[in-house]
């Protein structure tokens, strides 16, 4: 074999080595580089405006409120736990390499900035582009040896691909990196078999396989898929002819190469399960409802891929009520008409392309719309991984339509390439600004959950969620407006609950406050939130002995929540229970063992001393009557006024003259109920600074109470 010989890549059969093709001639020249470079340019200036979005949804339970994924230390855990994936039980699935991916992101960027994730995400995002480049081109190959016109068709392929704004919905959704992993590593497990057939009996090709599933379960898919690849490109059968006898030799054969692919995604599968916790469950209520609204969903996706409009971060769309909907047949209609489709064009050779991406698009979607009932009927990071199989059908098709037009073209003497040059990047222009409106989108909670109450306004949970955000700015009332509208379509959801609770204790309706958390965790007992919120409601009203069997209840429901284990420490702390104080604070430090909270915990326990009673004696050790004060204020905050007292008469002690000191004092007489001893210092207070407002309110609560003792 000469030099020129040996770039070339040859393709294994079953039967005989096939000739060399003139692929990697064509790939010698280095022009298909230029053109990849010019697409991952491309793609990085449409999503310039995404790396500092913001975390979103499922990303504070996965990651913001994850301790396991910021210390590298806990890698060996990722694979060993599952629960360290998520805080909530529910959510906890096993998916070590997301979970590594982010304690690595974690690393870099010293914390939770966004730009650091989003950059990881987007550089897979890259590489998975230009391996289906070369996986595309090659496959185009196997039907069709023409390297020039292949390697423009799969080039527009990936662009289009990437430019999709349906697919910035992966890209944006940092927790979707699950989605983003898994398919990388089934395409690189395709361009490894198709470049490296000297290493197929070794099977190195089902390594990345391994590796995908430890990202994402859908991996195992690509089994199924790879057998279809088999069939059509290397033993050049159809589907019909999988049951003809005069073709058994070679399904034999096919069925023994691919029984490997089939073991270890069956393994890996066994596997996953196994290592999920049995706190996971897939949301979803009616496996029989799901599955039959699937086919229109499997429509709606596939319209989509062309018209990605009114796309939206959480839909509003529901489970149809049975096979009498008319959305049910006319899905049901679409997917038979779409395997119709696929069975026909397997029997051409020519057109296998067009089956093959079909049916790589259902084989895809199996996990996630089929018999398995998950919270949400559709998502759009769902398609991520379907969408390749769809974009090779419809590309292979365009391009077996555009053989006439170009002699048409010819005959009329007219500019082909220059036309179709055009028209190609008119059309990609145009899903290049869907996807820079997406990121937008996606920039942060407010932009986005503002976009779902637009697109999908019968989504309770979107107008929860957009109500969240205008809690976060103070905008109370708005906020409670839309806590209201989603009470009307999810009754029973028990955040929206809890988030009530929240918004009435802020206006000071302590009552109804209680009564909304309550139902809270009448509604969702098995939520590690609806036991935590109520508690942290009873400890902001210094109810600590209360909220005790809450915080615990919370911690045993998820272990490394770390708001619980910290306002369980205040409780214990302030209600003097030193043991329990000390085995908690030290149990947290062996999940995080640089957490100063539980550090300071810990020397109280030790001491047997709350954190104010410490304070005050160490500044007892070097006076200060700014730090006196503020020491008062803590104490009366608690409600201690004894000891607000105490330590207000101490700095009296260093600075007579005190007015913010003989306040305090006037004020933890009123808490006493000694109002007649309120009055001296308040009047002292007022006497030193005229117009302390505060001092005034006090002696005038004061007076009121002398003069109306019953009210």
């Given amino acids: 074999m000469n030099k020129i010989e040996s ?9 005989k080595w096939q000739q060399p093709c003139k692929l990697f001639i064509y790939m010698k020249e280095h022009k298909h580089v230029y053109l990849l470079l010019s697409i991952v340019m491309l793609t990085t200036l449409v999503y310039w405006n995404h790396f500092q979005n913001d975390f979103h949804f499922d990303d504070s339970h996965t990651i ?45 960027a010293d914390g939770y900035h966004p730009f650091w994730f989003q950059m990881d995400d987007f550089i897979v995002f890259l590489l998975q582009g230009i391996l289906m480049f070369y996986f595309i081109w090659q496959l ?21 691909y990437m430019l999709h704004p349906a697919n910035a919905e992966t890209i944006n959704y940092i927790i979707a990196r699950s989605d983003l992993q898994s398919t990388l590593f089934v395409v690189l497990a395709f361009v490894v078999y198709q470049y490296f057939p000297k290493y197929r009996k070794k099977y190195l090709y089902l390594l990345p396989v391994i590796l995908g599933s430890l990202a994402k379960p859908t991996t195992i898919m690509f089994a199924p898929i790879f057998f279809i690849y088999l069939l059509y490109f290397e033993y050049r059968l159809s589907i019909g002819q999988l049951f003809q006898k005069k073709y058994s030799s070679e399904i034999r054969q096919l069925t023994k190469q691919v029984i490997p692919a089939f073991f270890v995604c069956g393994f890996m599968y066994g596997f996953i399960d196994w290592m999920t916790p049995p706190t996971w469950v897939p949301g979803g209520t009616s496996a029989i409802q799901y599955l039959l609204t699937q086919p229109y969903i499997i429509a709606h996706y596939f319209g989509i891929f062309f018209v990605p409009v009114h796309l939206s971060a959480d ?50 979607l199996i996990p996630t719309s089929s018999i398995f009932p998950l919270a949400e009927v559709l998502n759009y990071h769902r398609i991520f991984f379907p969408y390749i199989g769809l974009m090779i059908s419809v590309v292979w098709t365009l391009g077996r339509v555009l053989t006439p037009v170009k002699i048409w073209f010819q005959q009329k003497a007219l500019p082909y390439t220059a036309t179709l040059a055009i028209l190609a990047m008119l059309f990609l222009s145009v899903y290049a600004y869907g996807t820079i409106q997406r990121n937008a989108v996606w920039h942060t909670e407010e932009s986005l959950w503002k976009n779902v109450t637009e697109n999908s306004s019968a989504n309770g949970r979107g107008l929860m ?51 909304y958390f309550k139902r809270a965790l ?63 604070a030290n149990n947290t430090l062996t999940i995080l063992p640089d957490n100063a909270t539980a ?113």
């Fill in 7 to 15: 770039l070339y890549i040859f393709t294994y059969y079953p039967f």
């Fill in 64 to 108: 913001l409120n994850n301790v396991y994924v910021r210390s590298l230390k806990n890698a060996p855990s990722f694979f060993t736990d599952g629960t360290t994936f998520s805080t909530l039980p529910q959510n906890q699935s096993y998916r070590p390499l997301v979970s590594l991916s982010l304690a690595i992101d974690y690393w870099l």
């Fill in 140 to 160: 185009f190959e196997l039907v069709q040896p023409n390297p020039q016109k292949n390697y423009w068709l799969a080039a527009f392929g990936i662009a289009w």
């Fill in 315 to 364: 839909t509003d769309w529901g489970l149809l009520s049975g096979i009498t909907d008319p959305r049910f047949f006319a899905g049901l209609l679409f997917v038979l008409a779409l395997v119709l489709i696929a069975m026909i064009t397997s029997m051409y050779k020519n057109w296998r392309p067009v089956s093959f991406g079909i049916i790589w698009f259902f084989l895809a």
């Fill in 465 to 515: 969620n957009y109500g969240l955000t205008q809690m976060a700015k103070g905008d109370y009332a708005t906020a409670e407006q839309y806590f209201i509208e989603a009470l009307h379509l999810l009754p029973n959801y028990h955040a929206l609950q809890i988030n009530l609770g929240i918004i009435n204790d802020i206006k000071g309706d302590t009552t109804a406050a209680a009564v």
């Fill in 522 to 584: 009448a509604l969702g007992p098995a939520y590690p939130e609806s036991w935590f919120f109520y508690g942290r409601f009873l400890i902001n009203h210094q109810q600590y002995a209360a909220a005790i069997p809450y915080f615990v209840k919370t911690i045993e429901l998820s272990p490394a929540h770390m708001d619980a284990r910290t306002l369980l420490m205040k409780a214990y702390s302030e209600t003097a229970q030193w043991t329990l104080l000390k085995d908690l």
């Fill in 599 to 711: 550090k300071e915990y810990l020397v109280m326990a030790l001491a047997q001393k709350s954190g104010l009673a410490m304070q005050e004696a160490q500044i007892d050790q070097q006076p200060d009557a700014g730090k006196y004060l503020d020491l008062s204020l803590g104490y009366y905050q608690k409600g201690d006024y004894i000891s607000c007292i105490r330590a207000a008469e101490k700095a009296l002690q260093l600075k007579p003259n005190y007015p913010e000191a003989l306040n305090n004092i006037g004020s933890a007489y009123i808490g006493l109920h000694q109002y007649n001893k309120a009055i001296e210092p308040l009047q002292k207070a007022i006497a030193l600074k005229p117009n302390f407002q505060l001092a005034i309110n006090n002696l005038q609560l004061a007076n009121k109470f002398i003069q109306s003792p019953k009210k």
